[in-house]
């Protein structure tokens, strides 16, 4: 338990790509697209042309408690339409009515010192590891071989998720911020967090050399 405690402490996540894949919202995704190839960069499919700038100042930052950094790909069951085509995330409705069978989340651990220091270098690096989440999307979701499909490659390992393990989360969240919407000095905690914490966010990164 620890070892699980240090491992959460010094998590920290980052979501290269600025905003969320949204099939939906097809502009995103050739604007993307676009500016990859103009910086000539490879144009990718089913993931966003990923950002250096917060992963190098989180990894920079962060470095003397670091000793590896995990890419983590996530894709979803039930999230292609009859023509082939993907359709939004699941909702955590769309999860509890099942219409998301499965979460599949592939993992690749880097070291820390396989990772170039130099924001430059960052940056191609980043980019080719987003082919390589492409290139596992692709597979995932566009396979000729139907057997294919649905899967990454490699030793899965199976984990259902319990009522017993999710419950409590749920309702100690969920408490904690009905309690705070329930007053008004609550909501306006809520409020000031939210805006105070984007602000000091942005401000940071765009100060940070």
């Not at 492409?134 to 990454?152: C, G, Q, T, V």
């Not at 969240?173 to 008004?184: I, K, N, Q, R, Y």
Request: proline content about 5%; hydrophobic content about 40%; glycine content about 4%.
């Amino acid at each position: 338990k620890r070892n699980q405690l240090e491992f959460f402490i010094r998590t920290f996540l980052i979501f290269p790509e600025g905003t969320r894949y949204n099939p939906e919202i097809p502009k995103v995704i050739a604007d993307s697209q676009s500016f990859a190839e103009k910086e000539g960069l490879a144009v990718l499919k089913h993931v966003l042309t990923p950002r250096v700038k917060a992963t190098h100042v989180a990894i920079d930052t962060m470095k003397d408690y670091l000793d590896a950094v995990y890419d983590v790909t996530v894709a979803y069951e039930g999230t292609v339409d009859h023509k082939g085509q993907r359709k939004l995330a699941p909702s955590m409705t769309e999860f509890l009515c099942k219409e998301c069978p499965r979460v599949h989340i592939f993992i690749d651990r880097i070291e820390l010192k396989d990772i170039p220091e130099e924001q430059m270098y960052m940056r191609r690096w980043l980019h080719e590891r987003f082919e390589i989440k492409d290139k596992l999307l692709i597979e995932f979701y566009d396979a000729k071989d139907s057997k294919r499909r649905n899967k990454f490659p490699g030793k899965s390992v199976h984990s259902k998720l319990s009522l017993k393990k999710t419950l409590p989360s749920l309702l100690f969240l969920g408490g904690l911020t009905a309690s705070m919407l329930l007053t008004e000095s609550g909501r306006k905690l809520y409020v000031k967090t939210w805006i105070y914490g984007t602000l000091i966010g942005c401000l940071w990164v765009s100060i940070k050399p």
